[in-house]
């Protein structure tokens, strides 16, 4: 069956330009995660979505980063103005039922690189 | 604060020699830890998850074990598709904490 999709898979942008990185889960997953994964560290926990809500945005680095999720299914990361340190590989994950308690199944990541 | 930490960094094999990888962790009450294989240019591919000191679970050539402060990935006569970075990452109530992984290298 079809597997976590991530678009786009790269990204080149400059210095102050807002993009937008979008997730399409599994189907039937109800929770949905973002990462960053930047060269050289592990993977940042970013956000999470319990269908369409998201309780704790604490882990977004800066109020750039935004995130939504509609009819329980596409999630999009937005970020706005963005700088040199936003780039690196954005991992969106989603796993079938109670957080974090289940598997979670990654897709591919989208590369963002900021000039 | 809560931390995984992974070692070694990297780690050269010779196909067929047996190693282990650790990832030692301090957090109050392991709600469960998961074993992840990446490849470059892809996503996490999960590989176990542990709940309990104690419990080991096998696939294939890797076999992974829990105490109560670390967790080991055993592979056993390791071949050059093994090659990958494996991560670890412990369960907390509202994310996973990552390590930054051991980047295995098994040469031919």
């Known amino acids: 069956g079809a597997g976590v999709s991530q678009s786009p898979s790269n990204k080149v942008t400059e210095k102050g330009k807002d993009v937008e990185l979008r997730c399409d889960p599994i189907?039937?997953?109800?929770?949905l995660y973002w990462y960053r994964q930047s060269l050289g560290q592990g993977l940042e926990f970013l956000i999470y979505?319990?269908?369409?809500?998201?309780?704790?945005k604490s882990g977004l680095p800066s109020d750039r980063f935004s995130a939504e999720r509609t009819g329980g299914s596409v999630s999009t990361l937005t970020i706005q103005r963005t700088q040199q340190e936003d780039s690196a590989v954005y991992l969106c994950a989603s796993s079938l039922g109670q957080l974090f308690q289940e598997t979670q199944y990654f897709g591919p990541g989208t590369r963002l690189l900021v000039l | 604060e809560d931390q995984v930490t992974q070692s070694p960094e990297a780690l050269r094999l010779q196909e067929g020699e047996s190693s282990s990888l650790n990832c030692s962790y301090t957090v109050s009450g392991l709600r469960g830890l998961f074993w992840y294989r990446q490849d470059p240019g892809k996503g996490p591919e999960f590989l176990f998850t542990?709940?309990?000191a104690g419990e080991e679970k096998e696939k294939e050539r890797l076999k992974a074990t829990l105490t109560k402060k670390e967790s080991f990935l055993h592979i056993t006569a390791p071949k050059p598709e093994d090659s990958a970075t494996y991560l670890c990452a412990v369960q907390e109530p509202e994310r996973l904490v990552f390590g930054k992984g051991t980047k295995l290298t098994v040469n031919p």
């Open positions: 189907s039937g997953h109800t929770a």
């Open positions: 979505f319990q269908g369409n809500s998201a309780p704790d």
């Open positions: 542990l709940y309990s």
